[in-house]
Each structure stands twice: as structure tokens, then as C-alpha cells.
């Protein structure tokens, strides 16, 4: 099997604050191939945007620390390169698309020029994309740019592109910028791409849109995306993997399929439960008790535990291990073998 | 048959485009001949993407925004008819609880305060006393899930769950008939959502309110409400029992709004 696009091990994060440091990732593990698109799911405070910030290392230290780990991408630890190799590859190698169309694109200057901008410095480290003769001079290589914008633009679905590029971003709607971005995220042809809540300001009809966008450019390019979002159902109708992470750990990984239709970890199936679906009656969803714990001192061991309605006093000893339970699903839970034994029997 | 709580009549509203340095911008159809009618005890979901006028017909129920053309009728009498002080009395009966429980509280107020100032504001109609309302607000967080030990604190020092628990006593303090929720769970996590959710469902079943549910989230409409209606820019595009918009939608519109649900199973 080939190297996987990127490796995340045992990757701990710390950021210090006024009140102490908070321990906010604590042993992430995550291995994303091409052609996979991995969800990342999971409450507020979680983790899964620290996660989706350190890869590309956005994360202004201090006040964030790493503690141990490493996030290879392409097989280079991204905490050992210099911050310079870091920005060469990031919008070229690395793609992001973040949650808020709005903040997101310099309402100063034309949707094109923004383009067109990003396109000329991906080319600085991959000429190929602009298309054009090597020794082309900077007026010619600017028009393939701009050609290139255009071409990008109509892909995401951008009716009228050539003359779209001279909009400004006001002249757009929602739905449109988040689109412009993932034209802006994809015009360096990135081998990975990190989607920060893509839809989470969108309307359901847009998302529908915006996600089959993202699924078709992974089929087309055959990169990997990684997901974040707090919506099981995005994850469900559009990635082939899926991690859960509660308070800084990811509790529950696998194909999507296998996690959704068995999911093996109690935060989980506490998380699912409380989704209304079309089966649910009124009054029988069911919320989830007590809160998020502070993590500036997490409780021993599990830290579901403290809310878990199957905790035994094992589980606040050490941090449950991930157990393989087959098919490339894993759930750190002490109790999931036996668990998985009484759904059997 | 018992006369709606609560009846939209053919209602229309205008904003007329603003004057600026470049001319009048063109005017804003925001709501075109809008028909509903609410029975008494029954959760109704409206569902709209942004900007269809699901805030403007929220607005308009709560006279905080004049129809341009057509009635609203609260237990058979026109909004636009009454006086002052009779509109006031009236909201006692119709309270809101809005989408962001942290926007919602005024900081610099105890949930004592809070829960206890539509008590003063609709004195005339409740009567309490100093001492009452106190005992009252205990009786409303402790109906929402809070407890007595809460009313000293201030809204920071609660998650937002129990913010939108406060946002809904409040709602309740002067004892309404109807409650207007307008996303009241959009900002919460699922699980908290689960929680403010099953609050909502048992607070109906014991005090027999009328909700009027503002949401695009369709999951979370499909779960609470017995009958939906769905508008699109400022239009009703269809009105019906829950189950069978959501089985069998009829128009264009509502099939590809429920089909563009995501649901939380695997595509096959």
C-alpha cells in the first residue's frame, strides 16, 4: 500500500490561557489517503478545528503548544519544517476552505484578482498549472491566470464566469462566495484539502450543492479532503470515513458506513440519538447529561467517562487505547468488546 | 371546530426601496398573500431558507412590523384595530424566544431580573407582588430545568443550553398562550438541542401552549411540529400534516428542500 497522503500521530496540543493550559488535543490519530474524504465530527470545543489548523499549522504559538506527535504530509513532519516551507505549501499543496464566505474574501478588490493572485503563487511551485510556455513573460503567464480563474469559477458552478471575475465579492451571494473560495481552494490543484464547516452558514439547498461539488472534485483530482463539521447527516451523505472526537480525543473512527450503521464508542451512539430522524417520536429524543469537561484538568482517564452511562471504575484509571474492531473501525472504549459481545449474543 | 388561536389573513408587506446617493433602490416584496392558520395547542413549523420572510411574518405577529395589506388576527381580533394599551395586554399572551441565547440576555442583569421583568412590565395584567415574582421565577426555572440557587447569578456564568432555558422562562413569566420560537436550537450543540427540545415538547404537553416554530432546520420541524408550512420568497409554497409533506411533498419547491436534507443514514 502506497504512503498515505497524511499522518497524524499521537499529536497532543496545549494552549495556555489566563486560567491555566488546557490540554486540547490529546493523542489525535488520524490517517487520510486519497480519494478519502474524513469527516471530523463532534461538539463545540472538541478539537476538530485545532486539528484542521495545526496541519497547516495556522495555529500562532503561543498559545498553542505542541506537546509530542507528528502531522506528516507527504511523509515531512509539519512541526519540524521551517514556518517558510510551511506557507510554500500552504493554497498550494494544501487547500483550506474555512466557514464564513464572508470574512474570507478581501472586499476590496475583484473576486478575479483574488484568483488570480493565488493561482501566480501556487504556479511559483508548480508552474504546470497555468498552462503556458516556461519562459512566458509575466503579462502572458497573468492571462493564463486569469484564464485559469475563469475555468476554475466554472467548475464550482459559477454561471457567466468571464465576467463574474471583475464582481466584487458584495456582488455575491452566500452560497456563490463559499463557492469562489473552493474555486480559490482548489486553482493551485492541492493534493489535500481541509474544510472548516463549508456549509454550516448555508442553506440546506446550497449545502446540497456545495457538497456534491466537493465530492465530485475528489473523484475528478483524486485528493483527500478532510471534513469538519458538527452535522452527522453531512457526514453520512458525503464522506467515506468519519471521525469522532470528543474534548480532544477522537473516540470513534471508520468507513462511515460501518460507524454510522454500528457505531461501537457510547458518545457515539449519544451523539446519533440525539438527531431526530423520521423515526423519532415526540419526546424520545435523547439529550445528553452533564458537560463538556474542563480541560485544563480533565478528568483521569476516559474523558466520556464522567457522562458515560456505562463507565466502571476502569475507565477512569488510563486513557482507553483505540481497539481495532474490524474493517478499519476503532473505538476507544474499554467496555466495547464486551459491549459489541452482548449486541451479538 | 374551535376558532384558530391565531389566524394570518392574506397578508402582504412592502419595504419600499431607500433613498440614496444613486436614486431609490427597487422595492422589497417581502411577503405576498400569506394564508395560515394556527389552532389552539398545536406546534405549527414554518420553514423557509434566508430571506424567504420567515423573520418579517415572525415580526408582523408581534405587530413589531405592520402588514402592508391583510390581517392578523390573534383569537379573532385584528392587531391593527387595537389600541396601545391593548396591544400591550396582549403580549403577555404572545412571547418569543429568539435563535441566540447568548445575544438574548442582557448581561448586566441577574436571571432574576430577567425572568422577573415581564412580570413588571405586564403588572397590570398579572398583579404580583414584589415577593410573588420572586417565587414565581423560582417556580419558571425550576419548570425549565433550573433551579432556585440560579437566580443571582448572570447569564455568563451558564452554558448556552441553560441560556436558551432562561430565554424561555423568561418567554413564560407572563403566563402566554402562544410562543413564538424563532430557531430557538440553531445555536445549540445536537445534544443540548435534544435536551431544550424535550423541554419544549413537556412544556406544551403541561401547559397547553400554542407554538409557532420558525426553523430551517427540517429534522428538528419534523420532530416537534403536527403541521408545516413552507415559504419561499415571501410565498407559501405549501401548508399541510407534517407526516405528509415529508412523505409525499407536492411541489417542486418542498421536494427538493426535503430532498436536500441530510439525513443521518448511508446513501445507498
Redesign the interface.
Known sequence: MDAPLLAIRDLHLTMSSFDGEAHVLNGIELTVRRGEIWGLVG??GCGKSLTGLSISRLLPSPPARYLRGEIRFEGRDMLKLPISAVVALRGKKIGMIFQDPTTNLNPAYRIGEQLVDVALAAASHDPTILDCPPRAGRRERKRAARRLAAAMLDRVGIPNPEARLDNYPHEFS?GMRQRVLIAMALIGRPDLLIADEPTTAL???V??QI?KLLKGTVADHDIGVILIT?????V??TCTNVAVMYAGNIVESGP??EV??RPAHPYTR?????????E?R??A????GG?VPNLIAPPPGCRFAPRCPLTIPACTRALPPAVDIGAGHTAACIRVEEERAAVHA | MPEPILVIDNVSKVYPGRRGMFGRSAEVQALKGISIAVDRGESFGLVG??GSGKTTLTRSILHLEQPTSGRILFEGRDLATLSGAELRRLRARVQIVFQDPYASLNPRMTVQDIVTEPMVVHQDVLGLGGRQRTERAAELLSLVGLGPQHLRRYPHEF?GGQRQRICIARALASGPELLLLDEPTSAL???????V??LL??LQ?RLGLTYFFIS?D???V???CSRVALIYRGELVEEGETGRI?DAPETEYAQ??I?????????R
Request: include cysteine.
Open positions: 461538539e463545540s452566500g442553506d440546506v439547498s449545502q446540497a457538497l458538527h452535522n452527522l447527516g453531512v453520512a451523505q462511515v458506513a454510522i450503521e449519544a451523539l446519533m440519538a440525539a438527531i431526530p430522524t423520521k423519532t415526540r419526546g429524543l435523547q439529550g445528553l458537560t | 431558507e434566508s452554558s450543540d445536537v445534544s443540548v438541542q435534544a435536551q427540545l424535550n415538547c413537556d404537553d430551517h427540517l429534522a428538528v419534523r420532530y416537534l415529508f427538493m428542500l430532498g436536500a436534507m441530510p439525513e443521518v443514514s448511508v446513501p
